[in-house]
């Protein structure tokens, strides 16, 4: 939050940059005024959004609106409560903080997202163009099924003649139309030399209208208008929702992304400026706030404080930090504010030689086939090799009748419609996958929830994953009334975690501070005061005189008194157990692996029941892991958060981290958890099964419908009135079934 | 067999209008957020139109 109004202001002023670049006149480059914004009709410049986490009622939506429309600078203001954003046009002198702080007032959480980020959701092109393909087709299926019906119920001689003529007047532009997508896609796949799913659908469509034109010519029976344009219809409505799935769940992860927007203090000649992280170069010198993330690797030159490295290492003792030491990008600063000489920035930071390693592991991992995919190389061929057959057989058998042989080749080519292939697989994982995301578990990538079906061996990461990385104090009932307020009054001066675990502790016990005098914190050792003429430190062991420990722990030391040690632990994620448990009771092999010492590792792994676990894990040696178990035929699910994961996660079968982790891990995973809960986890496996089974029940399902209809087809039995029973029946039995998901 | 010639063509012409409904409607972004409008009906503020 303390990034944000910063962030805000450079956005604006880089929107109002990229208005000057957009316009080449130079005078406008000299006063770019606000009226010539609006004259322009360039409102670019000045749209901001805002995500809007908590709104979801009629009042969120009016009250948001009312509020931002109030506000002086402000067009206009739309809340969008799907995506829960809301789109502002304001004049280029609006700034984005204090938008979300006036939200803030009226009691909505809001913040910034970089539209650059959000493009490619907001202009919802693909989508539109399939709903309108989709609505064209099927405005010509219910007019053809029409005619076609008075055809099947017996019109005749010229009546039959103009109602075929009539349906190809409709057909023939409408399949042109709506079969583009097929069209091209199984054009792709030939130019690289790929029979791809579309072929057939393609050969289908050409094929059933061309026969059905020339039979039309030749007072025919059979037409298959109504086939042609049924089947890009189901088609198309599979396209769409597969379209959907992936479109919903990358502008979630783009959402995210948009939320960090990386910079930094860069201090030349004594002032402070915002910069980029981008744009850091060595030799820079840098300001890092308490609380901040250090943004490139630098050594410190002025200023002392402690650093947590648990998103690099998975320590969770935090490390001690002066003049000299050399810090890692991706560590947090605790206590002091630190100034750094930039070493190593952008591609050789270390930040960068971990997304190196994670380059490395994907290119390693075979990419992965779906079960559609599998099924579309065995179908394709197949289909084709019926179709032909048939035709050469009948040429034989008529003693060379093209016109029939070529009925019956269309007539088997249209039966086989793959509409399992592509409409029952995207409306599993449709149904699969928006199960999953009320659950909290965003899908980032399409073939995950196939891989995540696959799973049997879990490895979880420790600090910030299974724990939330945050310190609880140990034993704190044991601790005598006074000292726990004593060291609560010293503990007040810091924001570091383990004071605030300190008071969370007394909070806890109803234990009110006492007063102190000359309260101070010396950033990177502790806190110090004085109660009366007892002088009080709190803090790292040498500095306060007591024997150093191996636990996370902290020491007091009143006066002269031998100093008190307080022994911290890493507090457990919500429904870590349950996961854990839920996945053992699954038959599921639990590992964990951590970078943590030893004595953490154990006693959480006791607690938890899992019995195989690593420690003091280096990034390499967890994706070596990793690696192991996939080479062992296992397939892994990695479950983790940090830097030091995010090899692992990208070398594994599959990888889910939480919403809390760091870009690169993120980006690395293919589910990322949304909520705090660990148990969607556990869950997640059991849906993924079912939606596969599914998918196979499906596969099932439509290959008894061919079973069936395929042999009546080849022996020139088959009427368009059968094959469009068997088309739409199998859709709508296969659509049905993928709503059976629990 | 004369009813033809009307029926047809009126089965077309509102097919096609339903048609044209749809594309407009497409077009004029009126699927963007179908949730937020699902509740903006409860909302007494007038709205004719989507804003951009």
Not at chain 2, 4 to 30: M, N, T
Request: hydrophobic fraction near 50%.
């Amino acid at each position: 939050m303390t990034a944000a109004p910063l962030a805000s202001v450079a956005s604006s002023a880089e929107a109002a940059e990229d208005h000057l670049q957009a316009s080449a006149c130079p005078a406008c480059l000299a006063a770019p005024s606000a009226e010539e914004l609006a004259k322009s009709g360039d409102i670019k410049g000045a749209r901001i959004m805002l995500s809007l986490p908590t709104a979801h009622c009629a009042v969120c939506i009016t009250d948001v609106e009312r509020e931002m429309e109030a506000y002086p600078g402000v067009r206009s203001a739309r809340v969008n409560l799907t995506l829960k954003r809301v789109s502002i046009d304001a004049e280029a002198n609006v700034a984005a903080d204090a938008l979300v702080e006036a939200l803030g007032k009226i009691g909505y959480e809001a913040y910034e997202l970089d539209p650059g980020m959000l493009s490619a959701t907001e202009t919802d092109k693909r989508g539109r163009d399939l709903l309108m393909r989709i609505g064209v087709a099927g405005f010509a299926m219910m007019n053809i099924m029409l005619l076609s019906i008075a055809v099947w119920s017996g019109a005749e001689a010229a009546t039959r003649d103009m109602f075929h003529w009539i349906s190809a007047a409709i057909a023939l532009p409408t399949v042109v139309f709506v079969g583009q997508p097929f069209f091209s896609s199984a054009w792709g796949g030939l130019k690289h030399g790929r029979v791809n799913m579309d072929v057939p659908i393609s050969l289908a469509l050409i094929l059933a209208s061309s026969i059905s034109i020339f039979e039309t010519m030749h007072h025919g029976h059979h037409a298959y208008f109504d086939a042609a344009v049924m089947l890009s219809f189901f088609l198309l409505v599979g396209r769409y929702l597969d379209y959907r799935t992936r479109a919903v769940a990358r502008s979630a992860a783009e959402e995210l992304a948009a939320l960090e927007v990386p910079r930094a203090n860069l201090l030349r000649d004594g002032v402070e400026m915002i910069v980029a992280v981008a744009d850091l170069k060595p030799g820079d010198l840098i300001r890092v706030r308490p609380g901040g993330r250090i943004p490139a690797d630098g050594e410190v030159t002025e200023g002392t404080s402690e650093t947590d490295r648990s998103l690099l290492t998975g320590e969770t003792l935090p490390v001690y930090v002066g003049p000299g030491t050399m810090l890692s990008a991706g560590e947090v600063n605790l206590t002091g504010p630190l100034t750094l000489r930039v070493t190593a920035a952008g591609k050789d930071s270390s930040l960068h030689r971990m997304a190196d390693l994670v380059a490395m592991a994907e290119s390693a991992k075979t990419r992965y086939t779906t079960l559609a995919e599998r099924a579309a190389r065995f179908y394709s061929p197949m289909v084709h090799a019926l179709s032909f057959s048939a035709f050469g057989y009948w040429m034989y058998a008529t003693g060379g009748d093209v016109r029939f042989a070529v009925n019956i080749s269309a007539a088997v080519l249209i039966i086989t419609c793959p509409c399992a292939l592509g409409l029952a697989v995207p409306a599993v994982i449709t149904a699969a996958s928006g199960k999953l995301f009320r659950k909290g578990l965003l899908i980032k990538d399409g073939t995950a929830l196939e891989r995540l079906a696959e799973v049997d061996t879990v490895v979880f990461d420790k600090t910030g994953t299974l724990t939330m990385g945050t310190p609880v104090l140990e034993e704190s009932d044991t601790i005598d009334e006074e000292t726990l307020s004593v060291a609560a009054a010293l503990a007040v001066a810091s924001s570091h975690p383990l004071a605030k675990a300190i008071l969370a502790a007394a909070e806890a016990r109803e234990i009110r501070p006492v007063t102190l005098d000359d309260l101070r914190e010396v950033p990177g050792f502790g806190i110090e005061g004085r109660l009366g003429r007892l002088s009080l430190r709190l803090g790292r062991a040498d500095w306060v005189g007591a024997e150093p420990c191996a636990a996370t722990a902290t020491h007091l030391r009143l006066g002269e008194a031998p100093p008190v040690t307080f022994r911290f632990s890493d507090h457990l994620r919500t429904g870590a157990a349950e996961a854990v448990a839920l996945l053992t009771a699954q038959g599921k092999r639990v590992l964990m692996v951590s970078g943590d010492v030893e004595t953490a590792v154990s006693a959480l792994a006791g607690k938890l029941g899992i019995t195989e676990w690593y420690s003091g894990a280096l990034p390499a040696e967890k994706a070596a892991l990793i690696a192991d178990l996939m080479g062992q035929g296992k397939r892994v699910l990695m479950v983790g958060d940090g830097l030091n994961d995010t090899a692992a996660l990208a070398a594994a079968h599959v990888s889910i981290s939480p919403a809390s982790a760091l870009d690169a891990a993120r980006t690395a995973s293919d589910i990322v958890l949304l909520g705090a809960d660990l148990a969607p986890v556990g869950d997640a496996l059991r849906i993924a099964g079912q939606a596969r089974r599914r998918i196979k029940e499906n596969f099932a399902i439509s290959a008894g419908y061919n079973v069936v209809a395929v042999p009546l087809a080849l022996v020139g039995l088959a009427t368009p009135l059968a094959a469009a029973l068997a088309m739409s029946t199998s859709s709508i039995t296969v659509s049905l079934n993928s709503m059976r998901l629990k | 067999m004369s009813i033809l010639s009307y029926l047809i063509p009126i089965s077309l012409f509102l097919g096609g209008f339903g048609l044209v409904a749809f594309l407009w409607a497409l077009k004029e972004r009126q699927y963007d957020d179908p949730k937020g409008d699902a509740e903006r009906i409860l909302s007494g503020k007038y709205d004719d139109r989507p804003k951009r």
